[in-house]
């Protein structure tokens, strides 16, 4: 893996715009460890056109620095850069590369201010040159000091839950002493004083990939789930300077099962969830599961059985061979699938002792029965089966769960 620097600008059309879509595009292929500011400078060395935008980026690359050049260029005619051009001609966007493995590789880089400026932010120890003054003057010029979430707002009204919901990324997790990378999706709030206008919805993103990178380079063993939860949710108290936040991550897991009498092997998908709420006392969490299962009707159920009941009376049976033939067969009513959820709060002296595995045991049992992706005919009439002998309301299933856990736990 090559560390390498490169510079980005651009001065024709959306400047600022150009760019970020140049790192995308680079993001693709490399990862992009430092970013720096926008600078902004005059077309230098006899280049035409208005002033120049640049920045300067940190990346990882595992080629050598000419596929990367060329690659570069790729990506430049992706954004916009038509070549044949003059080679000071205006442009949407330029990508050089300054610096592999430490060694300059731009020719002339010391007398080319508008790289070495946004490269001494992130790379002081490759510029020895002094730097233009005029590019540092523009470079404060696009500082801003206001910071308009933390003024006053119109109204006076404090928030209870302001934030970013849905936002899914790729988490390094331990479910069960198995680490593995799971796609999730995650909520994050704070409360929002009166003398707030707004939380600072930059630093939720800034938080969440500090958390989840750092988790994914570590060779140390990955968090669980509330784990992770947990220190985002410190996190954004200390960043956003809130008297609360509130973090619920939610992740899809397999876990390996069998059909009940073809005994065809699969893949159950189930939901792990972690969530966290962090305040100045300190910090509380829970871990849980979500799973899908049947419920047949009980009350339909018996409706049914007190019609057949008159019914086989009526042609003849006596009412009590009519009551043992309805208590041997299953009686007809409806079924549909639930989701069922369950949520432990949990401590670290105990905190192994939760395992996802037995968390689904724990919903699956508590309905009328479990389901399968994969259902052969006899796995079919097994469930069906199951179900219509084992009725259950939603709160029966509810009081299943909880009564369970209590034993459990």
């Not at 430092?34 to 056109?49: K, L, N, R």
């Not at 000091?145 to 933390?150: I, N």
């Not at 993103?205 to 570590?218: N, Y």
Request: glycine share 6%; net charge negative; aromatic share 4%.
């Amino acid at each position: 893996m090559h560390e390498i620097y490169v510079g980005v600008g651009s001065n024709l059309g959306d400047r600022q715009a150009n760019i970020l879509a140049a790192l995308q595009r680079l993001r693709g292929r490399a990862q992009i460890t430092a970013v720096s500011s926008f600078y902004e400078s005059e077309a230098a060395h006899g280049a035409e056109g208005p002033a120049y935008l640049n920045i300067a980026a940190r990346l990882n690359w595992e080629l050598d620095a000419e596929a990367f050049k060329r690659f570069a260029r790729d990506v430049e005619t992706a954004v916009g850069r038509a070549r044949g051009t003059g080679r000071l001609a205006p442009r949407p966007i330029d990508v050089d590369l300054l610096v592999c493995d430490g060694r300059i590789v731009q020719p002339h880089l010391e007398s080319r201010p508008y790289n070495l400026a946004p490269l001494a932010e992130i790379a002081p120890q490759l510029v020895t040159a002094p730097l233009d003054g005029a590019v540092r003057r523009r470079e404060r010029a696009l500082r801003f000091d206001t910071d308009r979430q933390s003024e006053e707002p119109e109204v006076r009204l404090s928030l209870d839950r302001a934030g970013v919901s849905r936002v899914r990324r790729v988490v390094h997790l331990d479910v069960d002493g198995r680490a593995h990378v799971y796609n999730a999706e995650l909520t994050m709030v704070a409360d929002l004083a009166l003398d707030k206008a707004g939380v600072h919805m930059s630093r939720f993103a800034e938080i969440l990939e500090e958390a989840t990178l750092d988790v994914l380079a570590r060779d140390a063993k990955p968090a669980r789930i509330e784990g992770l939860a947990e220190s985002i949710a410190r996190e954004i108290v200390r960043s956003q300077r809130a008297v609360r936040a509130d973090v619920r991550l939610r992740a899809e897991f397999g876990l390996e099962r069998w059909t009940p009498v073809s005994g065809k092997r699969g893949e159950e998908t189930y939901t792990l969830v972690g969530i966290a709420h962090a305040d100045d006392s300190g910090t509380r969490r829970v871990v849980g599961v979500e799973a899908e299962g049947m419920t047949a009707c009980p009350c339909a159920q018996a409706m049914v059985r007190e019609h057949a009941l008159h019914e086989l009376v009526e042609v003849g049976f006596s009412e009590t061979d009519a009551t043992r033939a309805l208590d041997a067969l299953p009686v007809a009513t409806h079924n549909q699938r639930g989701r069922g959820s369950i949520l432990l709060g949990t401590g670290e002296s105990h905190i192994q002792d939760v395992r996802a595995e037995d968390l689904v045991e724990i919903v699956e049992t508590a309905m009328s029965s479990e389901t399968y992706d994969l259902l052969k005919r006899p796995d079919e009439f097994f469930i069906v089966n199951k179900a219509h002998h084992n009725p259950r309301f939603v709160e029966d299933v509810v009081r299943g769960i909880l009564a369970r856990a209590l034993d459990m736990y």
